[in-house]
């Protein structure tokens, strides 16, 4: 029997290796609806980079450094100083004149501030000083308040005085600066 049993399994496997061995036969299938690989593939591209654009802009815009100034200094050569006191006169009038120690003091205090958020204009020294300056040069007493602190040049001031643009009366009376 054991032999009558080997014989069996061994007949068996024969007909499996026979019946595997040949070719099936198989219908290929062919889908029911084509579509083409462009129909989904340029679209799924243009998504893609227009979303990508579009987070790129957001995070830009989300990023507290893309509002941040940065204050450029300003030196001596950039300005030209013919065309600025032409600039003065024109806007102010030929009586345009400055304030030296008003002008220097504005503009050593700006240079020592290394930005704008950390320099603080003394509001009541300017008005205090505003308001003991003679009428007529009231206007130029905030000129060279302004000029100091926005060019912050000293050596802009000094020219424009040079150039005898300095007020007659230099505030004297202003010992506080």
Same mark, same amino acid.
């Given at each position: 029997?054991?032999?009558?049993?080997?014989?069996?399994?061994?007949?068996?496997?024969?007909?499996?290796?026979?019946?595997?061995?040949?070719?099936?036969?198989?219908?290929?299938? +062919?889908?029911?609806?084509? *579509?083409?690989? #462009? &129909?989904?593939?340029?679209?799924? /591209?243009?998504?893609? $980079?227009? %979303?990508?654009?579009?987070?790129?802009?957001?995070?830009?815009?989300?990023?507290?450094?893309?509002?941040?100034?940065?204050?450029?200094?300003?030196?001596?050569?950039?300005?030209?100083?013919? +065309?600025?006191?032409?600039? *003065?006169?024109? #806007? &102010?009038?030929?009586?345009?004149? /400055?304030?030296?120690? $008003?002008? %220097?003091?504005?503009?050593?205090?700006?240079?020592?501030?290394?930005?704008?958020?950390?320099?603080?204009?003394?509001?009541?020294?300017?008005?205090?000083?505003?308001?003991?300056?003679?009428?007529?040069?009231?206007?130029?007493?905030?000129?060279?308040?302004?000029?100091?602190?926005?060019?912050?040049?000293?050596?802009?001031?000094?020219?424009?005085?040079?150039?005898?643009?300095?007020?007659?009366?230099?505030?004297?009376?202003?010992?506080?600066?």
């Amino acid at each position: 029997m054991n032999n009558r049993g080997l014989l069996w399994v061994v007949f068996v496997l024969i007909q499996f290796i026979v019946f595997l061995d040949q070719p099936v036969i198989t219908a290929a299938q +062919e889908p029911a609806f084509e *579509l083409p690989v #462009e &129909l989904i593939g340029f679209p799924v /591209i243009i998504v893609a $980079v227009r %979303l990508s654009n579009f987070v790129k802009k957001l995070a830009y815009s989300l990023n507290p450094s893309t509002y941040r100034r940065t204050r450029r200094e300003i030196t001596s050569e950039m300005i030209n100083m013919i +065309e600025a006191e032409k600039r *003065l006169v024109s #806007e &102010l009038g030929e009586n345009v004149c /400055i304030y030296p120690k $008003v002008c %220097l003091h504005h503009a050593e205090k700006a240079k020592r501030s290394s930005g704008r958020e950390q320099m603080v204009i003394d509001w009541d020294e300017v008005f205090r000083n505003y308001k003991s300056s003679p009428q007529k040069h009231k206007e130029f007493y905030l000129l060279s308040v302004f000029l100091g602190d926005f060019v912050q040049s000293k050596q802009f001031c000094n020219q424009l005085v040079k150039r005898g643009r300095s007020c007659k009366d230099d505030l004297d009376s202003l010992s506080s600066i």
